[in-house]
């Protein structure tokens, strides 16, 4: 068996794909791993790229349109052979041998069903990744931006600490030590086959954001670990496959589907309201700081909740 699975959904990211698997290749040591791509109907020639590569170890997966985060991993771990899956976003890249040495780590680790390393951008400044999962007390924080705020940061548990979406505070101490939380983020998603073969695959109701949350939650409630390990770091460049609407259209969404899904039905109705006030919060605030396209967004993300 293959010692892991790394699995990459990639949407017109041509270039940016082609790095991120050179940087895995060349970086990846003491290990045997597999790489699986799974084109979402990209229109710039991405697969034809990576073909002419000439991979041994490489698999790519045609869809002719973009089925969704969820939907595209799946297809890659039912194709997988590694006794971990990494799932790996194609605007990623890897500087050292992060992947064997977490790996390595989740061996030595029986309990840890799932983990990631440090995001950073590429000045080396890091990045949110994960968090808590979002009870009402932690969406009201989360909206209200209190989450970002030294010490209340401490006294609730952030669903989303250090959003990047955040115009408060940017300094956190949260995510610059190694913890366990509730679930990380999806750009670097080390999993262990067995959390897979016991809960299932993603969800594919989820298009795009919070079906990590959903799948460490599952996982949590049959006992496994999740890890947050900043001694390893890759580089993240964010979003580079859709647009500024869709991360706060789709999550807004599809925490509406978590919440129906997993909380009793009596809090449904105080989650919509706490997206609708965090909504018109953000309408005028995101005008003066980032203009009347931003503004928009949250225009229309109150009209869906």
């Given at each position: 068996m293959?010692?892991?699975?790394v699995?990459?959904?990639?949407?017109?990211t041509?270039?940016?794909?082609?790095?991120?698997?050179d940087?895995?290749?060349?970086k990846?040591?003491?290990?045997?791993?597999e790489?699986?791509v799974?084109?979402n109907?990209?229109?710039?020639?991405?697969?034809q790229?990576?073909?002419?590569?000439?991979?041994?170890n490489?698999?790519?997966?045609?869809n002719?349109?973009?089925l969704?985060?969820?939907a595209?991993?799946?297809?890659?771990?039912?194709?997988?052979?590694?006794?971990?899956i990494?799932?790996?976003n194609?605007?990623?890249?890897?500087?050292?041998?992060v992947?064997?040495?977490?790996?390595s780590?989740?061996d030595?680790n029986?309990?840890?069903?799932?983990?990631?390393?440090a995001l950073?951008n590429?000045?080396?400044?890091?990045?949110?990744?994960?968090?808590?999962?979002?009870?009402l007390?932690r969406?009201?924080?989360?909206?209200?931006?209190?989450?970002d705020?030294p010490l209340?940061?401490?006294?609730?548990?952030p669903?989303?600490p250090?959003?990047s979406?955040?115009?408060?505070?940017k300094?956190?101490e949260?995510?610059?030590?190694?913890?366990q939380?509730?679930w990380v983020?999806?750009a670097?998603?080390?999993?262990?086959?067995d959390v897979i073969?016991?809960i299932?695959?993603?969800?594919?109701?989820y298009?795009?954001?919070?079906e990590?949350v959903d799948?460490?939650?599952?996982?949590?409630t049959?006992?496994?670990?999740?890890?947050?390990l900043p001694?390893?770091?890759?580089t993240?460049l964010?979003?580079a496959s859709g647009t500024?609407e869709?991360?706060?259209?789709s999550?807004?969404?599809?925490?509406?589907?978590?919440?129906?899904?997993?909380?009793?039905?009596?809090?449904f109705p105080?989650?919509?309201l706490?997206l609708?006030a965090?909504?018109?919060?953000?309408?005028p605030?995101?005008?003066?700081?980032?203009?009347?396209e931003r503004?928009?967004?949250?225009?229309?993300?109150?009209r869906?909740?």
């Amino acid at each position: 068996m293959t010692d892991v699975s790394v699995i990459i959904v990639s949407f017109n990211t041509k270039n940016l794909l082609e790095k991120c698997i050179d940087s895995v290749i060349k970086k990846t040591q003491d290990i045997s791993f597999e790489i699986i791509v799974i084109d979402n109907g990209s229109s710039d020639g991405s697969p034809q790229a990576v073909r002419k590569k000439n991979i041994n170890n490489l698999t790519i997966i045609e869809n002719r349109k973009n089925l969704g985060f969820a939907a595209g991993n799946n297809q890659g771990i039912k194709k997988s052979d590694g006794r971990h899956i990494l799932l790996l976003n194609s605007d990623t890249e890897i500087k050292d041998n992060v992947i064997g040495e977490m790996v390595s780590w989740m061996d030595k680790n029986s309990k840890v069903g799932i983990a990631t390393c440090a995001l950073k951008n590429e000045d080396g400044t890091l990045q949110g990744s994960g968090g808590y999962f979002p009870n009402l007390l932690r969406v009201f924080a989360w909206m209200l931006f209190l989450e970002d705020i030294p010490l209340i940061d401490r006294l609730i548990k952030p669903y989303h600490p250090m959003h990047s979406a955040s115009p408060i505070y940017k300094g956190s101490e949260f995510f610059k030590t190694s913890h366990q939380q509730d679930w990380v983020t999806g750009a670097f998603f080390l999993i262990r086959k067995d959390v897979i073969e016991q809960i299932g695959y993603f969800d594919e109701d989820y298009f795009m954001y919070v079906e990590e949350v959903d799948f460490c939650f599952r996982a949590k409630t049959k006992g496994w670990q999740v890890y947050y390990l900043p001694d390893w770091s890759i580089t993240h460049l964010g979003g580079a496959s859709g647009t500024s609407e869709l991360p706060i259209l789709s999550e807004f969404k599809s925490l509406k589907r978590f919440y129906k899904k997993f909380y009793p039905s009596w809090q449904f109705p105080f989650l919509r309201l706490l997206l609708a006030a965090g909504a018109l919060v953000r309408i005028p605030l995101f005008y003066i700081l980032k203009g009347r396209e931003r503004s928009a967004i949250y225009v229309k993300a109150f009209r869906e909740t």
